[in-house]
């Protein structure tokens, strides 16, 4: 005969944990698909995060801008220092021979030369001192000894000069790659945010960009066209031939630059030769602290840390080379907090 109990009824205990994990998934899902639609950020929110990220981007290119022109005179001076020993190790050399020639001479004819004790001496210039007093020495001797021990003070001198500054040239170097990568990394954050814009929002942006760049050239060219110098003229000048040259971090023209690359690459094209960083290039000059009395082709700083610089364009506007994904165009001096000029 069949069985008829009745089914098992779950425990209490279990149905309010099974009641407890529903509602909590549940719960769960209607908070993800609220939260869903703010996870995207607006095309205004985009554009301020990437333009901080641009100019902390900057504030490291100018620091590997400096690194780089440190390492570039440290090569130099090595080069010059090594050049030095060499030409002095030879010349060290050519008086040792001269002292040798004269204690070989003198060994011939039955003597022998005080020179020879010297070179056999660990320290010579007690010997020297010794043997001077003694008159042991010839006025002649005396001389070639006095020139073999300038010569060993000079090169010893040079000699850990050079070892000094490749010590350095080997610090400079790491902070090169740090800058480097510091730069890399803040571009490609701000290229990642660029990338969540729909093909409309980068459009927008570009379209914004743009329309501001024209009226700042307008509103440039239409204002006073006085000069600083006939120097500032022609730097001026050289940078507007070059305008529309894309930014690129590091680079110092002709076909793209960024800011202190732009002004000091247009300076050189007017004869002259400026620093190669923004914070030096603040000091090239005079300043002028009032934006009134600013003239055209007057160097314009920026920023509390002085990280950026471009040209004074005339009726407050700029020329400058203003940071990745754009162009050296013309912006109002307003857009940037501005700290002084330079009139070079």
Do not use: H
């Given at each position: 005969m069949a069985s008829h109990r009745r089914p098992k009824q779950p425990s209490r205990t279990r149905v309010t944990v099974l009641t407890t994990a529903a509602a909590a998934a549940v719960a769960l899902s209607a908070n993800a698909a609220n939260a869903a639609p703010s996870e995207k950020p607006s095309k205004d929110e985009?554009?301020?995060?990437?333009?901080?990220?641009?100019?902390?981007?900057?504030?490291?290119t100018e620091k590997l801008n400096g690194a780089e022109e440190k390492q570039d005179k440290l090569?130099?001076?090595?080069?010059?220092?090594?050049?030095?020993?060499a030409r002095g190790q030879d010349e060290l050399n050519?008086?040792?021979?001269?002292?040798?020639s004269m204690a070989?001479?003198?060994?011939?004819?039955?003597?022998?030369?005080?020179?020879?004790?010297?070179?056999?001496?660990?320290?010579?210039?007690?010997y020297l001192d010794?043997?001077?007093?003694?008159?042991?020495?010839?006025?002649?001797?005396?001389?070639?000894?006095?020139?073999?021990?300038?010569?060993?003070r000079s090169l010893a001198q040079q000699r850990q000069e050079a070892s000094e500054k490749l010590e350095d040239l080997a610090d400079t170097r790491t902070e090169l790659a740090k800058q480097k990568k510091a730069v890399q990394g803040k571009l490609a954050s701000a290229q990642k945010l660029l990338n969540s814009l729909t093909a409309?929002?980068?459009?927008?942006?570009?379209?914004?960009?743009?329309r501001a760049s024209r009226d700042s050239q307008r509103s440039?060219?239409?204002?006073?066209?006085?000069a600083a110098s006939g120097r500032a003229s022609s730097a001026y000048a050289a940078a507007q031939s070059v305008i529309g040259s894309p930014y690129v971090y590091g680079a110092s023209g002709p076909s793209s630059f960024d800011c202190s690359g732009l002004t000091s690459w247009a300076y050189a094209q007017a004869g002259m030769a400026i620093p190669r960083t923004s914070q030096a290039q603040a000091n090239a000059g005079t300043r002028i602290y009032s934006q009134s009395e600013l003239q055209v082709g007057d160097l314009v700083i920026f920023y509390g840390d002085l990280h950026h610089v471009g040209f004074y364009a005339g009726n407050g506007?700029?020329?400058h080379a203003p940071r990745t994904g754009t162009v050296v165009r013309y912006e109002s001096i307003n857009n940037m907090p501005f700290q002084f000029g330079v009139r070079i």
């Open positions: 985009v554009k301020s995060k990437v333009d901080k990220l641009y100019e902390d981007a900057e504030k490291a090569e130099k001076q090595i080069a010059d220092l090594q050049d030095n020993v050519a008086l040792r021979d001269g002292l040798g070989s001479a003198q060994y011939r004819t039955g003597g022998i030369d005080p020179s020879v004790a010297l070179f056999l001496s660990s320290d010579p210039d007690n010794q043997a001077s007093a003694m008159d042991q020495l010839s006025s002649q001797q005396v001389e070639a000894l006095k020139k073999v021990q300038e010569k060993q409309a929002e980068k459009a927008a942006l570009d379209a914004e960009q743009d440039a060219l239409s204002g006073s066209t006085k506007q700029v020329l």
